[in-house]
């Protein structure tokens, strides 16, 4: 059940219906949404703008410059640790539920069109491998989006709301993932056209066309953001905020006399203190 | 004048919400960010900008301590026991950097064993001298200071 590739198996029980061209035309269709929402919102949020504003204030703030084999190695580690690995996030559940959710959805993603561009039909052959993908990509998206929704959710962690009360506008892109992934899987296992398909082609276009207000694009200006990051820590500006110290070092002691004086020569690690429970207090 | 959040640093995470003493970060139901609820009651603490993990709040402070364009901003590293201040002046003529230790020993250590230590007596109590006076605030070993101990007079009315 888990290797036969559910999109070609809905063409054999419906070939007139669900042709190739028309399940193809659907995820190009999802594709135009996405692009469309994802310009309409930068351009609505004015998050370019934002973007090339601080750039110009950061390099104007610069106190030396960043040559571009430095920031070829900035982009790598950006791809590396904050997108490839969500480094940015400090608490590990958080981190840990968007990397399933993350690397769910993308594998999820990419193997529906993979089996829907070049394996459409049972004549074709898919390898037991993509549909075996899909359902670990959805089974991954349900895992971290679940996590996410019954405990790590702001509202449901740290404020005390049951994980049954919806902020409609809010969680708009949780819900539709979940319902999508969900119904994917329900319709995949009970191998048949019914409630689950429709339920999860309507889950899967309300996803992607509600991309405007949705998550979505955060997969780019999260990145973009890391990136600025790190170009101004490089070069000095560092949005005006002080840079990081070395307390056993010469220059440090020789700068701030207070610092061996109080804390001797190799301070020593002083452990978490206001950090030391997550904040739950409100 | 208030803080406000930079939206592009912030994740929501909640510590200024949990420190703020005025109670007036909050986190946003829709966008899920914090920002200042009450800016006309925020007193400048700097609670919030010294607790942000990702220094995503910022002041805007008062004309005459930040005209606009200076900038006053903080880095509280609790693993290293250090504060670190950088203030840039508006002209461009200072950008100095501030580093000051905030704690001598591990966070969670050195706590007194107020158990261990005798309670007050209702002498101590009923006395004029507040808890470990006279022997910190004295810088001989007699009593109190006081004008007659040191031979002084009040002179009225006002003189030069």
């Known amino acids: ?282 | 004048m208030p803080t406000f959040v930079k939206m592009t640093r912030c994740d929501g995470c909640g510590e200024c919400v949990d420190i703020c003493p005025s109670d007036i970060m909050h986190i946003d139901k829709t966008i899920r960010r914090a920002y200042n609820i009450e800016p006309n009651m925020c007193w400048e603490c700097y609670s919030c900008v010294k607790a942000c993990p990702h220094h995503a709040i910022d002041v805007r402070g008062y004309a005459d301590f930040t005209p606009l364009g200076s900038s006053v901003r903080v880095h509280r590293d609790e693993e290293k026991g250090v504060i670190a201040w950088r203030i840039i002046f508006r002209n461009g003529k200072k950008d100095m950097e501030l580093l000051a230790p905030i704690t001598t020993k591990p966070w969670g250590t050195g706590i007194p064993d107020l158990n261990s230590v005798t309670e007050p007596s209702d002498e101590m109590r009923n006395s004029n001298l507040l808890y470990n006076e006279p022997k910190y605030i004295r810088m001989d070993e007699e009593g109190l200071h006081t004008l007659e101990t040191n031979k002084l007079v009040m002179k009225e009315g006002v003189y030069h």
Not at chain 1, 86 to 91: H, K, L, P
Not at chain 1, 216 to 239: C, L, W, Y
Request: hydrophobic letters at 45%.
């Open chain 1, 1 to 282: 059940m888990i290797t036969t590739n559910p999109f070609a198996q809905l063409n054999a029980q419906s070939p007139d219906i669900f042709t190739p061209g028309v399940m193809q035309t659907y995820i190009v269709l999802m594709i135009l949404f996405v692009i469309a929402g994802t310009l309409f919102d930068v351009w609505h949020k004015k998050s370019a703008k934002y973007f090339s504003m601080n750039t110009e204030k950061g390099k104007k703030n610069a106190k030396r410059e960043v040559n571009s084999a430095e920031r070829k190695d900035m982009m790598v580690k950006t791809v590396t640790s904050e997108v490839l690995t969500s480094s940015e996030f400090s608490n590990p559940k958080r981190r840990l539920s968007h990397l399933l959710t993350m690397y769910g959805f993308i594998i999820f993603v990419a193997t529906t069109a993979i089996m829907i561009f070049a394996y459409p039909t049972i004549a074709d052959g898919t390898p037991a491998i993509l549909p075996l993908l899909w359902h670990l990509g959805a089974l991954m998206l349900c895992g971290g989006g679940y996590w996410f929704w019954f405990a790590i959710r702001v509202d449901v962690a740290a404020e005390g709301k049951p994980w049954y009360k919806i902020a409609p506008r809010a969680d708009m892109f949780i819900l539709s993932l979940l319902a999508t992934c969900t119904f994917a899987l329900l319709w995949s296992f009970t191998s048949g056209m019914g409630i689950f398909l429709i339920l999860f082609v309507a889950s899967a276009t309300f996803l992607f066309s509600t991309v405007i207000w949705s998550k979505f694009a955060h997969m780019f200006f999260k990145p973009a953001a890391a990136f600025e990051k790190r170009v101004i820590q490089a070069d000095g500006s560092n949005e005006g905020l002080p840079g990081d110290f070395d307390l056993s070092s010469k220059e440090v002691h020789e700068k701030f006399p207070d610092i061996p004086t109080y804390m001797g020569d190799t301070p020593a690690d002083m452990g978490p203190g206001i950090r030391r429970e997550p904040a739950r207090h409100y």
